[in-house]
């Protein structure tokens, strides 16, 4: 129970990280507002947590400041000061050259991803306990480069960077501030990255990695609980990969 009696803000909640951190919070007994666009998704999610802890659902648009103020507000009517937040909503698109990118494709990706992290920990951190904890989402595609994802390697290569500011404005409250950048992780956007990436053949991610296999949203989930709990009290301003050794070489 090693979150019983605290309160944890996850977005991005229906995809499959944001379902494996949610199963694993409400396990270890934590109270979650789950955060996500995708009203059905979040009524799926429902029906397949079981634990603990309380689960919530709030519907809202993350690059929306009116509708992150409001998941905020509602953390905080429910259960009190937030004790932990997981800013893990991120959107990816079409694979395309730099020179080939749609303006309003990169517009789109980083709305969500480096907007949607920002508003949220601008709303989120004020209602947020002394000594509380916020994983931001990365990649491990924000540390190295990627040929055909310029939004979605700048908006990770961001996310780091806000990581990294938030955790010495919030320093003195005690908060942590830390960034996941998780690999190739077994799920729907890592495949359909992959099969544009390599159309045609039986190649994968799990080639390009040390470990030879895709990581699974379990890994990731497990870091997470890790960054939010007290095992992990004296880090606060880094970046921790969950990536097989991706971005050892």
């Known amino acids: 129970m090693l979150f019983s009696g605290k309160n944890i803000i996850v977005t991005g909640a229906s995809g499959d990280l944001g379902t494996a951190i949610i199963k694993r919070l409400i396990c270890q007994g934590a109270n979650v507002l789950a955060v996500d666009s995708d009203d059905a998704g979040l009524s799926h999610l429902v029906a397949e947590v079981s634990g603990a802890g309380v ?30 937040f997981v800013n893990n909503a991120g959107i990816q698109t079409p694979v395309r050259s730099i ?5 309003e494709d990169f517009d789109r990706v980083m ?11 601008k709303h989120v951190l004020p209602r947020m306990r002394d000594g509380g904890s916020v994983v931001n989402m990365s990649s491990a595609l924000g540390v190295v480069g990627g040929a055909g994802i310029v939004a979605y390697v700048a908006s ?19 908060i942590r501030v830390n960034a996941a950048a998780p690999g190739p992780i077994a799920c729907r956007m890592t495949f359909k990255l992959a099969d544009e990436v390599f159309a045609g053949s039986n190649k994968s ?11 699974t949203p379990e890994d990731v989930a497990g870091l997470v609980s890790y960054l939010l709990s007290d095992d992990s009290s004296y880090a606060t301003g880094t970046t921790h990969a969950v990536d097989g050794g991706f971005t050892t070489g």
């Open 55 to 84: 689960l919530e659902i709030f519907v809202a648009d993350v690059s929306n400041g009116e509708e992150v103020l409001s998941y905020a507000t509602r953390a905080f009517a429910l259960w009190g000061p937030v004790d932990g």
């Open 111 to 121: 709305a969500v991803n480096v907007r949607g992290v920002f508003l949220g920990m």
């Open 99 to 103: 020179v080939e990118f749609p303006e």
């Open 205 to 215: 991610f799990a080639e390009t990695v040390p470990l030879r296999r895709h990581g």
């Open 156 to 174: 990770k290569h961001a996310i780091i960077g806000m990581t990294k500011t938030a955790a010495l404005e919030q320093g003195p409250r005690g």
